[in-house]
């Protein structure tokens, strides 16, 4: 599979604060997700974002596929959105998804 | 409710005793997967099927095998159970192949000694 590279790797933020969670793959990409891993342990799929930009309440992601990367954006957040952020993706003719080592957000009130 | 149920959500047991970690899904999805996760490393995929009767290898599937003899449900048996399996394990679920939403399982956490 792809080689998924996840940046920054921990984050820190005040509540209210904007951030930016970068995702890059090792290949051209397809299938491009975005999860969230509450601190229960929960995964939940963010967003399906192969290209293009998707916005969901506070948050939005924008994939360039052929630079091969993705953006997740977070705005104003809140402690519930604390957890650890992964990106997901397959290769050209790949039914494997392979994710990135995550983002552990955290968010103090 | 459409979910993806696992069991048992805890497990400890002991090197080379045989068991299995069951999946089911209620969403009549074609494709199925299971993941470990390890800190640090993120999810990997350990095996997916696409259908019914079809199966392949993910990127570290040395160690498991799986089965898929009815769409609902994708088994995960570890036939000779060792510590470096010790990990947090997720079944997923999507209407086809990973080019849709994937819905997670709870995830069973394992314990080899």
Redesign the interface.
Known sequence: GIQVEQSPPDLILQEGANSTLRCNFSDSVNNLQWFHQNPCGQLINLFYIPSGTKQNGRLSATTVATERYSLLYISSSQTTDSGVYFCAGSGSNDYKLSFGAGTTVTVRA | EAQVTQNPRYLITVTGKKLTVTCSQNMNHE?M?W?RQDP??????IY?S?NVEVT?K??VPEGYKVSRKEKRNFPLILESPSPNQTS?Y?C?SSLR????????G??TRLTVT
Not at chain 2, 40 to 45: A, D, E, I, N, T
Not at chain 2, 97 to 104: C, G, N, R, T
């Open positions: 494709y997967s993941y640090g490393l993120g999810l990997r995929q997916y696409m392949d993910g990127d947090l997720f997923a192949a990973p080019s849709y939403e994937q819905y997670f709870p995830g």
